[in-house]
């Protein structure tokens, strides 16, 4: 990978990470077309700074729910109501769960045959759908403060769907987050936050892989991460404030629109099936 590749691939990453229209599919793709392979390493640890965008974001937020979390530790077993924000720590724990047992128990399959580019047109259609109907059928009256155990593990099975390229992890916890009901803005928020640790785990256990793939070098893959995370900072500001006030069938299109166009980069052979 060159210094030019890892910089288109690092504001791609940036781009795309946040809006529900896959960033590992939109990885797949551009890395294609440029000649290039970026896999699933890459894309792992190039999301490390997409998520450290998040986190610079949301960094009040975030130490205020790790500190009522931390005191709710202190009153384990006793039975008084947890803080909102100490139930907001749980919460993202407890939602995390799901992505981390199938990531691993389905790590093999991950890397390599859900990779499999008419797998993600496949992905990139039939996921629009459902966001499209979630969104244009939802009721969109719930806020977090709502948000109860079962609801946060359905946030979290959803977020596994985003280990298969072309599915998206906003756009599954958002779907989800729209079919029980809450409002955009709010699906949008928890989305980020339960993405935190998922993200970071993922991309601190595929660190090893970096090295040992010949075809990714260190020095690229941390540009890419360094520019994801600058273009993640704006996209996060930008997509918060457009959710507030607009549907999602702008993403939806894109997503039709985008499946339409790889099916034909497949067919006429531009781009693998399966990228070597």
């Not at 009721?139 to 977020?159: H, S």
């Not at 955009?184 to 998922?198: G, K, N, Q, V, W």
């Amino acid at each position: 990978m060159s210094w030019l590749e890892a910089i288109i691939l690092g504001i791609t990453q940036g781009l795309t990470e946040f809006l529900p229209i896959s960033s590992s599919a939109h990885l797949s793709i551009v890395g294609q077309l440029m000649g290039s392979n970026p896999g699933a390493a890459f894309t792992a640890v190039s999301q490390l700074g997409t998520e450290t965008a998040v986190i610079l974001y949301f960094s009040k937020d975030i130490i205020r729910i790790i500190r009522a979390w931390a005191r709710s530790l202190r009153g384990f077993g006793k039975r008084q109501p947890l803080e909102p924000d100490a139930r907001m720590g749980w919460l993202v724990i407890i939602g995390s769960i799901p992505i981390v047992v199938l990531g691993l128990l389905f790590e093999d399959e991950i890397d390599t045959s859900l990779r499999n580019l008419w797998f993600t047109v496949a992905m990139l259609a039939g996921f629009g759908l459902v966001i499209w109907l979630c969104d244009r059928f939802a009721k969109t009256a719930r806020t977090l403060p709502q948000l109860g155990w079962v609801d946060g593990l359905a946030f979290g099975f959803a977020q596994a769907l985003a280990l298969i390229p072309g599915v998206s992890r906003s756009g599954a916890t958002i779907s989800a987050g729209l079919f029980m009901g809450y409002k955009r803005e709010d699906a949008t928020r928890y989305a980020f936050l339960l993405a935190i640790p998922a993200v970071f785990g993922s991309g601190l256990y595929k660190l090893k892989d970096i090295g040992a793939d010949p075809t990714v070098a260190w020095g690229p893959t941390l540009v890419a991460t360094a520019i994801a995370f600058a273009v993640g900072l704006a996209v996060i500001h930008w997509v918060l404030k457009y959710v507030s006030t607009h549907s999602f069938n702008l993403f939806v299109y894109y997503r039709w629109a985008l499946a339409a166009v790889l099916s034909v980069l497949l067919l006429t052979g531009a781009v693998q099936a399966v990228p070597q």
